[in-house]
């Protein structure tokens, strides 16, 4: 069982930035993929980024220039550093990792971003 433990978030004015950490334990094999997803209230959870073991990254459209994924396979840990953030960018931001064929998911963290 792959545990997420999540960290960052936060209340942050329209421009600025924040950084999201997530690590993981208990995995037994490779996590393949490891990400973030994000939820706004009455919307669907979506990809924001994703990156896999090779290093090999995915972006939403909406985010690309502003967000970076990293990852460090040693650690098992995913960071997504996010700049110029907008208000359109505040929801639940909920990691995500796949080992084998199953999804893990983190508690999810706030992300705020005022006008």
């Known amino acids: 069982q792959v545990q997420l433990a999540e960290s960052g978030g936060g209340l942050v004015q329209a421009g600025g930035s924040l950084k999201l950490s997530c690590a993981a334990s208990?995995?037994?094999?490779?996590?393949?993929?490891m990400g973030w997803y994000r939820q706004a209230p009455g919307n669907q959870r979506d990809l924001v980024a994703r990156?896999?073991?090779?290093?090999?990254?995915n972006y939403a459209d909406s985010v690309k220039g502003r967000f970076t994924i990293s990852r460090d396979n040693a650690k098992k840990t995913v960071h997504l550093q996010m700049n110029s953030l907008k208000p359109e960018d505040t929801a639940v931001y909920f990691c995500?990792?796949?080992?084998?064929?199953?999804?893990?998911w983190g508690q999810g963290t706030q992300v705020t971003v005022s006008a």
């Open positions: 995500h990792a796949r080992e084998s064929l199953t999804n893990y």
């Open positions: 990156i896999a073991s090779d290093g090999t990254t």
């Open positions: 208990g995995n037994r094999f490779t996590i393949r993929v």
